[in-house]
């Protein structure tokens, strides 16, 4: 049975590369399911509950202008956790991309041995949890470094997003507000442009880590940066694309979480503002966590897109540098 799946390592198109990164998930969805479903619930309960806790802050200080510091604590253990399991998700999602891609070329070395070739198979060996375990830790920190500054931007407490907000409405006149915010949706494509750069190094680190049979196609951070410069075109096509893609997969999944938050904060603006003794009942609340972490869960799998995506897209970048330096691939 054909799995639709190859190796990465092949010269592909930009469109390709999407194509196949979109295969990965739609021609495996049990696998993928198994694997990152239940990292995909963990962070949708954590997001769910953080969502309404920030809510709730946000209006309990609406009175008096004054965070609650209950209401400060819980936010501050909450996003952490928050990052912490986000970022286990992203290093098991790279893991699965390392043993596909083992597998894909297990297969291939199987397929040469019966057609006669005189290759060597490697020796297959069954991980224990401690070599899991190491291998986790290893790919989490080896990927943290080029994802840190997400969690920094998207932190609470320094409020950049709403700071941003507040600049573009305290404008005098609407085009004033459009000049603005333009300026800065023209801004944060440029950042996101010169971010690319930083894919390529971060793929590569995350494939490479702690695996021998590829140590010698381990880049350092400097040429790491300079290959993903020179292709950032490339990586941003295939970034923005897949992203769009992803986005419009996950309107109709996040509809539930939209709706059911827009309740939750109508509840608690209902009670501490107009002093309406109605809430939502428990039962309802826990309604609503259930189809918001279910709905929130099909809209993180679905964001695994852009990832495999961009595995083609590495896999294709780092096939074009080795044969420009003249290493047989």
């Given at each position: 049975?054909?799995?639709?799946?190859?190796t990465?390592?092949?010269?592909r198109?930009n469109i390709d590369?999407?194509?196949?990164?979109?295969?990965?998930?739609?021609?495996?969805?049990?696998?993928?399911?198994?694997v990152?479903?239940?990292?995909?619930v963990?962070?949708?309960?954590?997001?769910?509950?953080?969502?309404?806790m920030?809510?709730?802050?946000?209006i309990?200080?609406l009175p008096?202008?004054?965070?609650?510091?209950?209401?400060?604590?819980?936010?501050?253990?909450v996003?952490?956790?928050l990052?912490f399991?986000?970022?286990l998700?992203?290093a098991?999602?790279?893991?699965?991309?390392?043993?596909?891609?083992a597998?894909?070329?297990?297969k291939?070395l199987?397929?040469?041995?019966?057609?006669?070739k005189?290759?060597?198979l490697?020796?297959?060996?069954?991980?224990t949890?401690?070599?899991?375990?190491?291998?986790?830790v290893?790919?989490?920190?080896?990927?943290?470094?080029?994802t840190?500054?997400?969690?920094?931007?998207?932190?609470?407490?320094?409020?950049i997003?709403?700071l941003?907000?507040?600049?573009i409405?305290?404008?005098?006149?609407?085009?004033?507000q459009?000049?603005v915010?333009?300026?800065?949706?023209a801004?944060?494509?440029?950042?996101?442009?010169?971010?690319?750069?930083?894919?390529?190094?971060?793929?590569?680190?995350?494939?490479?880590?702690?695996?021998?049979?590829k140590?010698?196609?381990?880049?350092t951070?400097k040429?790491?940066?300079?290959i993903?410069?020179?292709h950032k075109?490339?990586?941003?096509?295939?970034?923005?694309?897949?992203?769009?893609?992803a986005v419009i997969l996950?309107?109709?999944?996040?509809?539930?979480?939209?709706i059911?938050e827009?309740a939750?904060?109508?509840?608690f603006i209902?009670?501490?503002i107009?002093?309406?003794?109605?809430a939502?009942?428990?039962?309802?609340?826990w309604?609503?966590f259930?189809?918001?972490?279910?709905?929130?869960?099909?809209?993180?799998?679905?964001?695994?897109?852009?990832?495999?995506?961009?595995?083609?897209l590495?896999?294709?970048?780092n096939?074009?540098?080795?044969?420009k330096?003249?290493?047989?691939?």
């Amino acid at each position: 049975m054909q799995t639709h799946i190859e190796t990465i390592y092949s010269l592909r198109s930009n469109i390709d590369c999407i194509r196949r990164g979109i295969g990965y998930i739609i021609y495996r969805p049990w696998l993928t399911t198994k694997v990152m479903g239940p990292w995909a619930v963990l962070i949708a309960c954590l997001y769910v509950v953080y969502r309404w806790m920030l809510a709730k802050a946000n209006i309990n200080a609406l009175p008096t202008g004054v965070y609650d510091m209950n209401d400060i604590v819980m936010v501050a253990v909450v996003y952490p956790l928050l990052c912490f399991v986000t970022q286990l998700f992203t290093a098991r999602l790279f893991i699965l991309f390392r043993r596909t891609e083992a597998m894909l070329e297990r297969k291939a070395l199987e397929e040469e041995i019966n057609q006669g070739k005189d290759v060597t198979l490697p020796e297959l060996e069954t991980p224990t949890k401690k070599d899991k375990i190491k291998e986790i830790v290893s790919v989490t920190a080896s990927t943290l470094p080029y994802t840190l500054w997400l969690y920094i931007l998207e932190c609470p407490f320094l409020g950049i997003s709403e700071l941003l907000y507040g600049l573009i409405m305290s404008q005098p006149t609407m085009t004033r507000q459009c000049m603005v915010g333009t300026a800065f949706l023209a801004g944060l494509c440029l950042l996101a442009f010169i971010l690319t750069t930083l894919v390529y190094p971060m793929y590569n680190r995350a494939i490479t880590v702690r695996n021998k049979q590829k140590a010698s196609e381990r880049e350092t951070f400097k040429k790491g940066i300079k290959i993903g410069f020179r292709h950032k075109g490339k990586t941003f096509m295939v970034m923005t694309l897949s992203a769009i893609i992803a986005v419009i997969l996950c309107i109709v999944p996040v509809l539930p979480l939209v709706i059911s938050e827009n309740a939750v904060s109508n509840s608690f603006i209902s009670m501490l503002i107009h002093n309406d003794d109605s809430a939502i009942p428990a039962s309802g609340m826990w309604l609503m966590f259930a189809v918001d972490t279910i709905s929130l869960t099909a809209a993180i799998i679905i964001s695994i897109i852009p990832y495999s995506c961009l595995l083609y897209l590495y896999g294709t970048v780092n096939v074009h540098e080795r044969e420009k330096d003249g290493v047989v691939v």
